[in-house]
C-alpha cells in the first residue's frame, strides 16, 4: 500500500498526495518564506520545516510513501541567480524527503508531459486534466497550474508503479 506525493518544484509549486488506488486525497501549495536577501525587495525561498511538517500532516506512515519529483534543470537565457535559486529550491525539496525516509524518483518533464498530451502546450493546459482526473481537488483558478502539474506528476508516478 503506497501512497504518492507528486512533487512540482519550484517556489510556486505543489505537492499532490494520491491514495494507493490513484485517488485524490490533499493538495498544498508550496510553503515559502522570505530569505532575507536583497536589498531592493524580499526575495522568499523553499520553506523547507514547512514542507516537512506537510509530509507528517498527511498522516500517512513515512513507509507507506514514494515521491515523485519533476526533474528539472536550468533553461538558456535564465539569469545566473534565477538558476542559483531555481537549483536550491529543487535541493532543498529533494531532500526533504530523503531526511524523512521517503524514496523519491525523478521524472523529466517531457515524461509526464507526453502521458497527458502536454509537450509543447501552455502551462494552464494541464488544468482541465487534473480536473478530470481528480474533480474533488481544489483546481478552480488560473493559478492552479501548478496544482495540476503536482497531480499529474503524482498520476503519472502511481501509473508507473502499477507497470512494475
Known amino acids: 500500500m503506497t501512497y504518492i506525493v507528486g512533487i512540482d518544484p519550484g517556489l510556486t509549486g505543489a505537492l499532490a498526495f494520491l491514495n494507493p488506488d490513484g485517488t485524490f486525497l490533499t493538495l498544498f501549495d508550496m510553503p515559502v518564506m522570505p530569505n532575507g536577501k536583497g536589498k531592493a525587495k524580499v526575495q522568499n525561498q523553499i520553506n523547507s520545516a514547512a514542507v516537512a511538517q506537510i509530509f507528517r500532516r498527511a498522516d500517512i506512515p513515512m513507509r507507506d510513501m514514494c ?6 534543470q536550468a533553461m538558456t537565457k535564465q539569469g545566473v541567480s534565477s538558476v542559483f535559486s531555481f537549483g536550491d529550491t529543487y535541493g532543498a525539496l ?13 521524472v523529466r518533464p517531457q515524461a509526464w508531459k ?15 486534466i487534473a480536473q478530470g482526473l481528480f474533480p474533488t ?28
Open 67 to 72: 515521491g515523485i519529483i519533476e526533474q528539472v
Open 137 to 164: 481537488a481544489e483546481l478552480h483558478l488560473k493559478k492552479h497550474h501548478n496544482r495540476a502539474d503536482a497531480l499529474l506528476i503524482a498520476r503519472y508516478g502511481w501509473e508507473q508503479m502499477r507497470t512494475l
Open 94 to 106: 529533494r531532500t526533504v524527503p530523503a531526511v524523512l525516509g521517503i524514496p523519491l524518483t525523478h
Open 114 to 128: 507526453k502521458r497527458f498530451g502536454l509537450i509543447g502546450a501552455d502551462k494552464d493546459k494541464s488544468l482541465p
